[in-house]
């Protein structure tokens, strides 16, 4: 069973926005053994949208339509979908009472004809309410196949997707069973793993496949099977795992699937009963961010201070300016003193430290531009690794936050 | 003249990662004049990868490709281009030298047989050097068209595409020219906006469009124009934007480019000589890496404290307990306290403040899900307001981010 997707909007074209929203579909689609066959993004452009739907038809069987569902005049899937469908649009009563609850209820600004046209649907389609914004979904069928226009808004998109859209393919149609497992490596290169478990790829059964995905410094392992039998293939599944995991130890640090290494340091440290902190400087807040990101993050984060400038990691940190006088901001040194400083200050279990220059330009830090130094402050020991990260400020950033979670998870598992 | 993008990679269509290459592409094509008349994801698949191409080369002059170019096995591309093109793979030297190269200096796993075949190309193409990476940039003629394929590592590709791809298209081909600018507003409706500019909106000229786009209250008004003569699109462009700013005075924040609203934030603080400091609470950190993540924040942001934690709002930050206890951790008053505090103690002009529920649960905290209340003390006053941001994390933690900095931003301007 073979989806696509189609996303509307000339702002994806000009590159004005990163596309989200065909990932999460994917996602979700995946999970209930749609395999997804292509994505594609057009233009608000009545011929293009019109090509893509004929195109999506003939490779698919479930097509879903993101975006073009606004009350402005740059907006034209509902009159596109219309032309090809052969259909007309009526006024949705539900829809037009949803629009107006909305503006009462939410929206300051009194509502406009131009809103009120949001209850204007193609009259052949099945509306699917939206709870978050005046914009319904739509479900059209063609003969055996489905298609599906969805707001652009991604939270109003994702919550349509989970409640009317996956339940209704469900009872639409009859889907394989698809299973993915992807196991999160930190510490060694792509072809380093790969050279380490040929014989164990080459050995894979058909239905199985391996990818390698590297990120900045952690390398994902995704195994996918396919297949009706539901049991078969899990107990398949599990294993190969078994047999991949003793071949990884070393550089294994968890599932991800709803996992990431952030949620499994939030796991163990509320398992351990035991508390973070965080002193950021060049990584900005951003480990802090990963944390709180996931609810119950309350149960072991503390906090954390932002210490960009020097001034703050002495007046408010507390780390003794004589360190960063003999040593230099960036400097094992001064990682080591941040990290005792926010365990001490926040009285915490761990806490870890980044310290480093992103660039692009040198400033006035004696570092050069990419070197960084990160330490954890555990209960025993306090370590501490310095880095050079090279010249991208976004990747220096991001190289650093992943690793200061993969130095504090591997402490944490330490203990 | 068109672009097509093609990003290759079974993690784009399982949902597994975010496409953001295509975005990159598609902004610095716009840039140079060429408009991407589509993208298309596809799987690690040849078949699929073949037909993809076939689409392109029917619909655009320039197709840029992303992904596939790694060294394991479920990396296909090159060997789907040689089919493509009816080609056979060679060793380049230069790549070689250059995979020795990264590995001695940068890598700590010795190279492999499987590092070298990075360095086999297609016999026909130019080789573009990738400095970043072992996987080099491609570069194809067929007839009047050009196919680029490109390493699917974000930042690998885009320094090709930079110090590359665009320079060898501009001496390719001769470009009409495209000027797109973006009006930043918060506070008003997409809708509200729309009837508001009605009138200009009818009247502007054929090569011209206005596109709103919509994000977490926000809305960014987008001209796009296009032709050959660039003084005579500038000028244009220039007399639309003086009749549109006095009708949207009150909502305008500035234009969006290279600039955002962290970006106009900073720049007016630098010229200002001023300083700010955060306090955030239910925003985690996330105020501080929009305002972290360009560089030159040092030179205006002293830094944050994230206190996730009530205790932290009190020991480290020095908010009176009997606030949080007369009114709610969640609550105006400690808002302000919050604001307050984060001034005096990093002895800055401004500081922001957020405090708030964001759920899912309601936890121990008064707050119902999506209360929350952001406070910005300035010089002369400190602001308060509190909103409800809805039921949806990730949509809470946003909005929060937003609203914070819109409130910030029009405090400095009142200054």
Redesign the interface.
Known sequence: MLAEIITIG???????????N?????????KIGV??????????DKT?ILK?LA?AESNANIIIMTGGL?????DITKLTLCEFFGDHMVTNKEVLANVEMLFEKY?N?PI?D??RKQALVPSTCTVMMNK?GTAPGMWFKKGEKVFISLPG?P?EMK?LVTNEVLPNLRKTFKFPYIL?K?LLTYG?????I??RIEAF?DSLPSNF???????LGKV?L?L?AKGMDKKAIEDQMQRLIELLIPQIEDIFVGFEGEETIETIIGAQLKERRQTLS?A?S?T??????F???H?G??KF?????????T??KIN?LGVDETIIKAYGVVSNEVAKAMAIAAKQ??QTDYAAATTGN????K?DEQAEVGEVCIAVAGPSQVIVENFNF?N????V?DKGVNKALEMLLKEILKN
């Open positions: 000339d702002e994806i074209l000009i590159g004005q926005i990163i596309d989200t065909s990932a999460f579909i994917a996602k979700e689609l995946n395999s997804v066959y292509q994505i594609t993004s057009v233009q608000d293009q893509a195109e606004g009350p402005t005049k740059d929206i600004t406009s131009l809103n978050y808004v939270y919550a993915h992807t060694l290169g792509e072809s380093a790969a050279n790829e496949k391996l990818a390698y995905l590297p990120n994902r995704r996918s965080l950021e060049f900005g807040g951003k480990i802090s961010e944390i709180t990101k609810s993050a309350s984060y503390k906090g954390g201070i932002n210490c960009y400038a001034e703050t408010i200050l926040f992103a660039g692009p330009e400033g090279g991208h400020r976004e990747k950033i």
